[in-house]
């Protein structure tokens, strides 16, 4: 039995919803995951539920998802499933690649299994839902016949992935522009996407207050770059920058090598390596011929300054997630390019690849699952006595006592603050965070707890150690 476009498409669907959801996610991981789902239950933007700039579109499906569902954690996956779903159609699509063929497939798994996509697929963020409509605008825009049609789609939708994933515009950028230059009809393509902004905008604006909502973009749009965002402002070492880029992408994104990780990951690398390879033959031989192809690796060039000087590459690898598109099409095109299909030697080196993806990236998952760091810290201190007392950073401390912990809880920023805290109880004082002690200290502390997960399913608080606290 042939299946027909329809069909397979469907059963595509499927494997993608039923996967996430099979694989999902009932605990927090982080302050950015704790801060969308609270916004389920009151969404608030000037209490960050979620944080500025409210990714009211993705809020709006992932409320009528949980409504219907009762689960946070199927509801998010259930829109991580969508979206795979759609990186994938719309990435075949780009390259010209029928769903039901051989390159199909192999673009099928290299998307469908690529670790951090998945890991993204369940947690609770809107970062792989922006990705897939940032892969549908990049087609619209860029690959489908250049009809009006096509064009004010794009439009429109650059709009709408403001109010899902608004760091990811400077990625649209370079189309965006080059349409507006080129079409005559340029005040109807920059209608459809004001359009596309206005309807999750005014009622985003309405529902928080006309005054509360400037205040916020203020705030946190000067608290992103100059305080909390991870920027070159607040990290300006530049190799650490450079370094962790280049490893967000290279091992976070694709599942390569680096020191520490298990010898799957070098039996990745040495096959991932080759298959790269014929994807950049395939590219200089495209490059010439291709406005589309020039276009996307101007967009991810524009995408990687933004994200190197203005976004928290060091701990947050999710921000890579775009330039994985330009690195699928290059893998797919070197596929097309394979004059050979039945040599011996490529067919290992695919299937080595894959079956060492598969395996990499299900551990990853099946890691995931699992209570990370912070989650099991939150467990332990409930079997504290209510009168203990918790000192640690903001953000672990906003953590804990947005989980019921009500225990006293002191902020500190480094271990130097501690001289400044008169402490009472002190056999029940704890100290969370990873801190260097030293001589002169008004405290002393010993080390208790430490809890870990592996920093490839999530870089944040992958380690986290618990103290006494010593007169």
């Known amino acids: 039995m042939i299946l027909d476009k329809k069909q397979t498409y469907f059963i595509l669907f499927m494997i993608c919803i039923v996967s996430r959801i099979f694989t999902s996610i009932y605990y927090i991981e982080d302050i950015d995951s704790l801060r969308f789902a609270l916004s389920l239950k009151e969404f608030d933007i000037t209490r960050l539920q979620p944080h500025f700039p409210g990714y009211a579109v993705f809020y709006f499906f992932s409320k009528v998802i949980n409504l219907i569902t009762g689960s946070t954690g199927i509801s998010f996956s259930i829109i991580g499933g969508t979206s795979v779903f759609l990186i994938i159609i719309y990435t075949l699509k780009i390259c010209r690649i029928d769903l039901n063929s051989r390159i199909g497939v192999f673009s099928f798994l290299l998307i469908f299994f690529n670790p951090i996509i998945w890991i993204m697929s369940n947690r609770y963020m809107p970062d792989l839902f922006g990705l897939s409509i940032s892969t549908l605008i990049i087609f619209y825009l860029l690959y489908e016949n250049k009809k009006f049609y096509n064009l004010k789609v794009g439009f429109f939708l650059t709009g709408i992935l403001a109010g899902i994933r608004l760091s990811y515009l400077p990625f649209i950028l370079a189309p965006f522009l080059i349409n507006v230059l080129k079409e005559k009809q340029r005040l109807t393509l920059l209608l459809f996407f004001f359009f596309g902004c206005v309807i999750w905008l005014i009622p985003l604006i309405f529902t928080s207050g006309v005054d509360s909502f400037f205040s916020s973009a203020i705030k946190h749009s000067r608290g992103h770059f100059t305080n909390f965002g991870g920027t070159i402002i607040t990290d300006p070492d530049w190799t650490l920058r450079l370094v962790n880029l280049f490893k967000?992408?290279?091992?976070?994104?694709?599942?390569?090598?680096?020191?520490?990780?298990?010898?799957?990951?070098?039996?990745?690398?040495?096959?991932?390596?080759?298959?790269?390879?014929?994807?950049?033959?395939?590219?200089?031989?495209?490059?010439?011929?291709?406005?589309?192809?020039?276009?996307?690796?101007?967009?991810?060039?524009?995408?990687?300054?933004?994200?190197?000087?203005?976004?928290?590459?060091?701990?947050?690898?999710?921000?890579?997630?775009?330039?994985?598109?330009?690195?699928?099409?290059?893998?797919?095109?070197?596929?097309?390019?394979?004059q050979n299909t039945n040599k011996i030697f490529i067919n290992i080196i695919i299937g080595v690849y894959f079956l060492s993806l598969i395996s990499i990236t299900t551990n990853l998952v099946l890691q995931h699952k699992q209570p990370n760091s912070i989650c099991e810290l939150k467990d332990s201190m409930k079997n504290l006595p209510n009168d203990a007392t918790?000192?640690?950073?903001?953000?672990?401390?906003?953590?804990?006592?947005?989980?019921?912990?009500?225990?006293?809880?002191?902020?500190?920023?480094?271990?130097?603050?501690?001289?400044?805290?008169?402490?009472?109880?002190?056999?029940?004082?704890f100290l969370v965070g990873n801190f260097i002690s030293s001589d002169d200290m008004k405290y002393s502390f010993i080390l208790d707890t430490v809890f870990f997960h592996n920093p490839y399913v999530n870089r944040m608080w992958a380690k986290i150690e618990r103290y006494k606290i010593l007169e």
């Open 390 to 429: 918790i000192i640690s950073f903001p953000l672990i401390n906003f953590y804990l006592k947005s989980h019921g912990l009500k225990n006293s809880f002191k902020n500190i920023e480094n271990v130097a603050d501690l001289q400044n805290l008169n402490l009472e109880n002190i056999e029940n004082t």
């Open 248 to 338: 967000g992408i290279w091992s976070d994104g694709f599942g390569g090598y680096w020191e520490g990780r298990s010898w799957q990951t070098i039996i990745l690398s040495i096959s991932f390596l080759y298959i790269l390879k014929l994807g950049f033959k395939a590219l200089v031989k495209n490059y010439k011929f291709e406005e589309s192809l020039k276009l996307l690796i101007l967009s991810t060039i524009i995408y990687l300054g933004w994200i190197f000087f203005f976004q928290n590459v060091i701990y947050k690898s999710r921000h890579i997630l775009p330039v994985l598109i330009l690195i699928f099409v290059i893998i797919i095109l070197g596929q097309k390019y394979i």
